[in-house]
């Protein structure tokens, strides 16, 4: 328990994926009162807090981020809103860029219009690295130029400014946090780590897309305490903030990272349908993470190897959810 979160009233929408479910489970263990937002389906499936330890002590309230009235209804009475809910997957925003427009920015919309007019005491938005494209320089701080590589990315771009409009305009308490390629236990297969890690569970062979691009690898654990840090942080309101480790490393290294780490010899084979669109692919990404120091007294706790090895312990004893053999989308 924290004496600062004990009876704060909170809402996580996005709260049964993958960030979304262990900050959920955080903020029960610091006293909050967790209010769950998880999208409806017609199986009323709660994503990975069906089978959370916390499932008990939680409320969880089943609706659709991109319909203002069920949106505005379970932000009734909570004092802070965490703001997770959203469509990731980059290659599906080739293929299905307009869902990406509904969900990322109509959705965050009715999270800031509720917000909005229930005078909710702070909403903290939940941005990504894409939003930068390739580094322009690095490290890359908050001030690099937004670039739309992706329909995604363009998504998230016009969600972070709307959040901003909405400070700007109408004084809204929003901050925008920023992860850098936050892994872990529960991160689906569409992701480079989980689909590293359960093709070198099943096999040798491991099918990847391009080997060269680096990315900044934060664990899941540090991004969690980011987002809580944030919440409670006087000088983040109207900010944006990024999270990540100040390393990079490329996906071929990340994999020989993760044979050592299994004790296996990793054979890398390239596939085409893997690969984005030539100048859709984000080829560097390195945090800086200065402002995050600065305003929270926030740095990463747990290191890549470390990391790796948790997810890799997970990834095992969870090998039933994932097809070590198909390309999730």
Known sequence: MDSKWVGRKVIVTGAGGFIGSHLTEHLVALGAEVRAFVRYTS?????????????ADIEVVLG??????????????REIVF???????????????QSYVHTNIEGTLNVLQAARE???????????????????????????????????SASKIAADKLA?????????????????????PRQSARAVIPTIITQALAGTEIRLGSLFPTRDFTFVADTVAGFVSTAVGPQAVGQVINFGNSK??????????????????????GEDERVRPENSEVERLCADTSRARALLGWHPQVSLEEGLRQTIEWL????AAYRANSYAV
């Open 83 to 97: 703001h997770l809910a959203a469509l990731i997957g980059i290659p599906y925003s080739y293929q299905a860029p």
């Open 248 to 269: 990079e490393i490329s996906v071929g290294d990340l994999a020989a990272a993760i044979g050592r780490t299994l004790g296996k010899k990793l054979t890398l084979v």
């Open 64 to 77: 659709d981020v991109r319909d203002f009235f069920s949106m505005r209804e379970a932000m009734q009475g």
């Open 118 to 152: 229930l005078h909710t005491e702070r909403v903290i938005c939940t941005s990504t690295s894409e939003v930068y494209g390739t580094a322009q320089y690095v490290p890359i701080d908050e001030n690099h130029p937004l670039q739309g590589q992706s329909p995604y």
């Open 43 to 55: 199986t009323g499936h709660w994503g990975w807090l069906e089978q959370s330890p916390v499932k």
């Open 316 to 319: 095992e004893r969870n090998r």
């Open 164 to 184: 901003e409009s909405y400070y700007r305009s109408f004084a809204v308490p929003v901050a925008i946090v920023r992860p850098f390629n936050t892994y872990g």
